[in-house]
């Protein structure tokens, strides 16, 4: 019987990277769901990554969320070993500044489909793990639209600001 694991894994390839992808784990635990946070690389640490994957998956962990700059196989590594939704968020490092990381991100062969976010989207990579889990989960559905919500009442509170102003 395998340990029960986290509903999101937020996997990335450095620890220079969690600056960014520390916003997926956070709204993963905004929105109440558990997360395990883990520097794993595709290219330097192949073997613990995979069998992280593989323990996670057993375990009952839901999406795996990961980030990864320059050459990112990171996501397409995690998509061989597991059938649960893989996201990829590509970083902006190095010389290419994410172009690299996002087409190494996005590009893969069919069968082994990486739901691509933004180049630097963690946040919305959680938000979007989210929105998955969701769809069993009513009580999360309410707190996914609440946090909607929040972010219509900003842009309202702005558009009247800016309009009172001018
Ligand atoms: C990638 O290379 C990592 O995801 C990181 O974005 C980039 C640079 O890694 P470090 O040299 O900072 O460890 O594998």
Known sequence: MSEKAADVA????SKSD????KGAA??????RLTVAVRVLSAHRTPEQAAAFVREST???TKVFICGAGVA???AGAVAAHTTRPVIGVPLA?????GFDS???TVQMPPGMPVATVAVGGAENAGLLAAQMIAIGDPALATRIEAEREARRQKVLEADAEVRAKY
């Open 26 to 31: 956070e709204m993963v635990k905004k929105l």
């Open 102 to 104: 996002l087409l190494s």
């Open 93 to 97: 490092s190095g010389s290419l500044q």
């Open 18 to 21: 969690l600056e960014v992808m």
């Open 72 to 74: 990112a196989h990171l």
């Open 10 to 13: 937020v996997m990335m390839g």
């Open 58 to 60: 057993a375990g009952g």
